[in-house]
């Protein structure tokens, strides 16, 4: 019977190690997911990750001094052109869904245009909380 009983205490405590490293794992995983979800939402302001790619650029093709001077312009230069038509296209979206907004309003009637205005500010919340425009 002694020696069922250490078979019994050897596969509990088998068990309860199992469980064990099943929770820690379970926990780092958890930890190392979030960090990452927490760092992919916090974006690196432009200057930096210019300086980053210059950086990548430089170590990756061997680029002189004055390389990676002409190339951070190039790419400041770039990024500047890129963010005016980004700028623009969102005037002119915010336009868009502006002037559909108003033609939904010209055809409820009274009673259903409160309802309408409710529907729009919730909207505009989640989008404010999810980050989109």
Same mark, same amino acid.
């Given at each position: 019977m002694s020696e069922m009983s250490a078979t019994w205490k050897a596969a509990l405590w088998v068990g309860v190690v199992f469980l064990l490293g099943?929770?820690?794992?379970?926990?780092?995983?958890?930890?190392?997911?979030?960090h990452l979800v927490s760092a992919a939402s916090a974006p690196l302001p432009e200057p930096v990750r210019r300086a980053r790619r210059v950086e990548q650029l430089t170590q990756s093709l061997n680029l002189t001094s004055a390389q990676s001077q002409q190339v951070d312009a190039i790419l400041l230069q770039h990024h500047t052109e890129? %963010?005016?038509i980004h700028d623009q296209m969102d *005037?002119? =979206?915010?336009?868009?869904? %502006?002037?559909?907004?108003?033609?939904?309003? *010209?055809? =409820?009637?009274?009673?259903q245009k409160p309802k309408f205005e409710e529907f729009l500010r919730n909207l505009d919340q989640q989008k404010k909380r999810s980050g989109s425009k």
């Open positions: 099943a929770a820690l794992g379970g926990m780092v995983g958890y930890s190392y997911e979030h890129a %963010k005016a *005037a002119q =979206l915010e336009q868009v869904h %502006k002037d559909g907004r108003d033609q939904i309003r *010209a055809v =409820l009637t009274p009673e």
